[in-house]
């Protein structure tokens, strides 16, 4: 095999990537298991239609249209007031966030997190010659605010990562935890608020903060609440400083003319998407109640899943629930596990399996 020049730090490292394989019920990425009404494919379907029609040109660089749609759906759900050049989008979040650590980090720069946390972050920090520093939570998941400040104070990061909610926990970072961490240091700080629409009642947006921290950045996405993983759409509000240095590392025309088109769609039809919503909050509490009720242990969670524990042998159980038709995420701390929310139907599957499992 030709030895290739590779970089050192990339040389027997595996790609990303969860298991996806065909069995009948899949509960291990955070999809929501809800496909995309018929009404909803049909007026799609019209838009990529004329997009089509139009390939032959290049896209809206800028993506103006989508970003006023974005900036209007983020004042609904969170009650803030943004203009479209406080919103920039890409393919999913994972490319708003290597364009923030392109923008950010880079050669002699550092980016902090709080581990357990999701995995990719550390990626994005590799991929872009940053320095990566992970600081410890507390056992029950949340972060010690005099810890947090302490760890920003001894490596003087220049973008700090906060997952609210947290993956693969379920836990939602405090506000004051934000404003205390921007406030202490001069890191962008950027809160990854992908699971945010299943957020509990009472746990605010930190998108309530932008307009009186211009270091802060809050990541969305619309492959969870609005169904749409396969269509790659994500997006970050921020100050137009933000999003003007953001422009300046992406790709020329990187959101394609068919991407725009749908997500549009999309948030047309955002009223129907979150009455899904408000049924997976209902379905995940339930669960989390009834995992209890088998004596396992489960952190409150604002996302569209359940982490669960503890297991001295948790492969055993993932495997065990797998042979059973099963498939979820054997990731987090060792012993615990992360169970998606899926339909009643996907649900009660999971239920029964686990109730065999754990009687073995």
């Not at 995995?119 to 990566?132: G, H, L, Q």
């Not at 972060?143 to 990562?161: N, T």
Request: with cysteine.
């Amino acid at each position: 095999m030709t030895d290739l020049p590779i970089r050192d730090e990339l040389r027997g490292v595996e790609p990303y990537g969860a298991p996806q394989l065909d069995v009948p019920v899949c509960l291990n990425v955070n999809e929501n298991p809800y496909p995309p009404s018929a009404e909803l494919a049909d007026d799609a379907g019209k838009a990529v239609a004329h997009a089509v029609s139009r390939l032959n040109r290049y896209p809206d660089r800028e993506a103006l249209a989508l970003r006023s749609g974005l900036a209007g759906y983020l004042g609904a759900e969170a009650g803030v007031r943004l203009v479209p050049e406080q919103v920039w989008a890409a393919n999913g979040s994972n490319e708003v966030m290597v364009q923030i650590m392109q923008a950010f980090g880079g050669p002699g720069r550092t980016a902090l997190s709080f581990a357990p946390t999701y995995s990719m972050y550390p990626e994005y920090a590799r991929n872009t010659f940053t320095a990566w520093i992970s600081a410890p939570r507390r056992d029950d998941f949340t972060i010690d605010a005099d810890d947090a400040l302490a760890a920003a104070a001894e490596h003087e990061p220049s973008v700090i990562f906060l997952a609210s909610p947290n993956n693969p926990t379920g836990t939602a970072v405090s506000l004051d935890l934000v404003r205390a961490l921007h406030d202490a240091s001069s890191a962008v700080v950027v809160v990854d608020e992908a699971y945010a629409e299943f957020r509990r009642a009472g746990t605010p947006s930190a998108l309530s903060l932008l307009d009186s921290h211009p270091r802060l950045i809050v990541t969305r996405t619309m492959s969870k609440a609005f169904a749409f993983a396969g269509a790659r759409l994500g997006y970050v509000a921020a100050s137009t400083a933000v999003i003007d240095t953001l422009r300046i590392v992406r790709l020329p025309y990187h959101l394609s003319s068919v991407t725009q088109a749908v997500a549009r769609v999309a948030l047309a039809h955002a009223p129907e998407l979150q009455r899904r919503v408000e049924q997976l909050r209902t379905t995940r509490d339930e669960l989390a109640a009834w995992l209890r009720t088998q004596g396992l242990r489960v952190p409150e969670s604002d996302a569209n899943f359940v982490l669960f524990g503890t297991f001295a042998d948790r492969h055993a159980v993932w495997q065990s629930l797998l042979d059973r038709g099963v498939l979820i995420r054997e990731t987090g701390p060792d012993g615990w596990l992360r169970v998606s929310v899926g339909t009643p139907d996907e649900t009660e599957a999971f239920t029964v399996a686990l109730r065999e499992v754990l009687k073995t």
